[in-house]
């Protein structure tokens, strides 16, 4: 699975300008992305496979977010109250309910947002200045490569004829959201 | 912070007899520890060196739910449905709701919860007879001591005043509990 689009080149300026901002809704993302795969895993407990990966990637996702409130903590900041993603939520609205279709669009929407996470990582740390901070977003963005393909894979593994065609459909709408939505400094 | 009684003798024979099912509860207090730990961070933010203890906390609770999970697996069982824990769910009913006192009692039903889970994985561990389970549940009983002194700790930094008074009744009232719960074949 691929992006269609790359995201556009004011978001990494604006990302390294108000980076204090983007460091707080990064610990979010970590926050949110650790919950959602143990969500999964109480969701969908029977499906072969799922709930040790995802018990994995709730701890390496956990992992990431205690080093990120320490850097927060380290440059003076307060986490405070996760006032929502517009991106994560628009996507989450195309997740249709039956259960297999539930399961099958949750796992493509979270390879997307961890394609795109991974993306905006790694633009983040090419354009910050101080040494230290590009090498944490340097390992953290080496770090999050594969979150995507682990959900791709099990997407693929639940459901092998419909993932390709579901897969694009959501590709697209992820990328004309991406177009759609304002700059904001903030991962997404 | 202590318990103010010990689990009864016939909890552990039943335990071990009935392990398969004591093992996939388990999975299930592992998935709840680690999501409480998460939940309790995004409702306190603001409370200082929260956040991170819970982001660490998550890490580890996530990295034993998936030797769990993997132990399952080599048993040949499945995860199933959380059937929902009679104790925590009555523990939780005494939480006050104002935000401070919900804060508070928060901090110490989960001291409280993380007390019993230990003295029940040392007691599991000591009535196993493979000796492999025995070596694994001393490791996870060893892995949980300290974590109902975290929240007690944390309950007394949030409200050193009311924390030993009000400690001293949630652990009334969850020694009440266990003497009137039915012995089950699970963690609690």
Redesign the interface.
Known sequence: MELLSRTPPGWARLAALRFDEVLVDH?HCE?KA??N???M??AF??VPGL??AM??L??EE??H??QV??LL?RRGL?????PGDPYAQALQTQVRQPRAERLLDRLLVAALIELRSQERLALLAEHLVEPDLRDFYVRLATAEAGHGELFWKLAVKVSPEEAPHRGAQLATAEARLVERLPLRAAIH
């Open positions: 610990a926050k650790a919950a795969a143990l969500s895993l109480a407990p029977d709930p040790r018990a994995r709730a701890r956990a992992g977010l205690a409130l320490h903590e307060r986490l405070g109250r996760d």
